[in-house]
């Protein structure tokens, strides 16, 4: 499956983004979705994951709270709405898929199989 990510840009502390990955060339609903980033100097990190039919999500909790993962089956789109953004979550931003007979949400970088190019998210204090 081919993933692309978009909707990054530079935002003030305290503001919004919404962030969109456009998956194409597989059955969307054979996967779980997910979000990763990698700020400056820092290891991959998980933000967040939804299973293959939306009902199920997962967050990490540097960002419980603040961040909403959320899938369109239709449309083969996964988005991730950030608010209350802060300089620490400038990063660039990864979506992946799961290709799971579960359809569980994983937190697990290893468990994905496709991965998008990421898209830079700057988040100005």
């Known amino acids: 499956v081919q993933l692309q990510a978009s909707g990054g840009g530079l935002v003030q502390a305290g503001g919004s983004l919404r962030l969109s990955c456009a998956a194409s060339g597989r059955t969307f609903t054979d996967y779980a979705m997910g979000w990763f980033r990698q700020g400056p100097g820092k290891e991959r990190e998980f933000v967040a994951a939804?299973?293959?039919?939306?009902?199920?999500?997962n967050y990490g909790d540097s960002v419980k709270g603040r961040f909403s993962i959320s899938r369109d089956n239709a449309m083969n789109t996964v988005h991730l709405q950030m608010h209350s953004l802060k300089p620490e979550d400038t990063a660039v931003y990864y979506c992946a898929a799961d290709y799971t007979v579960t359809g569980a949400a994983q937190s697990t970088s290893a468990h994905y199989d496709y991965w998008g190019q990421g898209t830079l998210v700057t988040v100005s204090s």
């Open positions: 939804i299973s293959r039919g939306g009902r199920v999500t």
